[in-house]
């Protein structure tokens, strides 16, 4: 009775590496990289979104 050769397992798959949590410093760029673009009529909607958007952290720093 012959056996048939078991597969060789091959290299380990990569790891993801997490994804870097942005510093205050980096949303602050991300904000004024997205005014850049725009004209300065839509300044104050993106001002009102990112306003929107630190409300609902901050209302989340307790939970740390």
Same mark, same amino acid.
């Given at each position: 009775?012959? &056996?048939?050769?078991?597969?060789?397992?091959?290299?380990?798959?990569?790891?993801?590496?997490?994804?870097?949590?942005?510093?205050? *410093?980096?949303?602050?760029?991300? @904000?004024?990289?997205? @005014?850049?673009? @725009?004209?300065?009529?839509?300044?104050?909607?993106?001002?009102? *979104?990112?306003?929107?958007? *630190? &409300?609902?952290? @901050?209302?989340?720093?307790? &939970? *740390?």
């Amino acid at each position: 009775m012959t &056996q048939t050769p078991r597969p060789v397992p091959g290299p380990p798959r990569p790891v993801p590496s997490p994804r870097p949590v942005p510093s205050p *410093l980096e949303a602050t760029h991300d @904000l004024a990289a997205r @005014l850049t673009g @725009l004209p300065v009529v839509d300044h104050a909607a993106e001002f009102e *979104l990112e306003h929107a958007h *630190l &409300q609902r952290r @901050l209302a989340t720093i307790d &939970q *740390l």
